[in-house]
Nanobody, 125 residues
């Protein structure tokens, strides 16, 4: 079992940065693949980035590649999303998710068993 709590969202101006954190509790975090998703109003949930249990980056979406960076600190049971050069179209609720099975299907939303409650990111122009 993994419990996830996101933090770090807020209202920022375009071109600035934010770092989201996802604090985990539970015995399986260290062996879980982790991911960040976002969902904007009226849109489907979008996978942004995924990272393996050992810190190997599995995936970035084209929409955030070269602007966002996923990382994890297993000692702190935390996964991060560093977001640079933010754009108004990055406005969404951001979620972290955990896959305790470390599936190769890390790009599939249904792969992830555990989800946080989400944190709002709003980017003004």
């Amino acid at each position: 079992q993994v419990q996830l709590v996101e933090s770090g969202g807020g209202l920022v101006q375009a071109g600035t940065s934010l770092r989201l954190s996802c604090a985990a509790s539970g015995s399986t975090f260290k062996s879980s693949s982790m991911a960040w998703f976002r969902q904007a109003p009226g849109k489907e949930r979008e996978l942004l980035a995924a990272i393996a249990w050992n810190g190997f980056t599995l995936y970035y979406s084209d929409s955030v590649k070269d602007r966002f960076t996923i990382s994890r600190d297993n000692a702190r049971l935390t996964v991060y999303l560093q977001m640079d050069s933010l754009k108004p179209e990055d406005t969404a609720v951001y979620y972290c998710a955990a896959d305790a099975t470390a599936s190769v299907r890390y790009t599939t939303t249904e792969t992830y068993q555990y989800w946080g409650q989400g944190t709002q990111v709003t980017v003004s122009s």
